[in-house]
């Protein structure tokens, strides 16, 4: 089992920044690639960014990619997510997720989850 709490949502104008953290702890969450993913009240939940175990590799989609970094500390079995320019339309729950069977980018494939973090974007 892997354990993910997310931390670091909050309130934030538009054009602002946040950074969201996600703490793994269990068995060896270090080996897994990590994934952020978010939800919109009325919409499904879709792929925001992932990274692989080493943190050689990461993808973003298409709507967060320049504004958004993953990054992760092995060291601190911690993944993160810097937000920067954010627009109303970042408001969501955002989950982190680890070990994904077949496509980075599948919710449906990732086995373990974390309780999610708000983020809401003032315009």
């Known amino acids: 089992q892997v354990q993910l709490v997310e931390s670091g949502g909050g309130l934030v104008q538009a054009g602002g920044s946040l950074r969201l953290s996600c703490a793994a702890s269990?068995?060896?969450?270090?080996?897994?690639?990590v994934g952020w993913f978010r939800q919109a009240p009325g919409k499904e939940r879709e792929f925001v960014a992932v990274?692989?175990?080493?943190?050689?590799?990461?993808y973003y989609a298409d709507s967060v990619k320049g504004r958004f970094t993953i990054s992760r500390d092995n060291a601190k079995n911690t993944v993160y997510l810097q937000m920067n320019s954010l627009k109303p339309e970042d408001t969501a729950v955002y989950y982190c997720a680890a070990d994904p069977d077949g496509s980075w980018s599948l919710a449906s494939d990732y086995e373990f989850w974390g309780q999610g973090t708000q983020v809401t974007v003032s315009s």
């Open positions: 269990g068995r060896t969450p270090s080996n897994y690639p």
């Open positions: 990274i692989s175990w080493s943190g050689g590799s990461t």
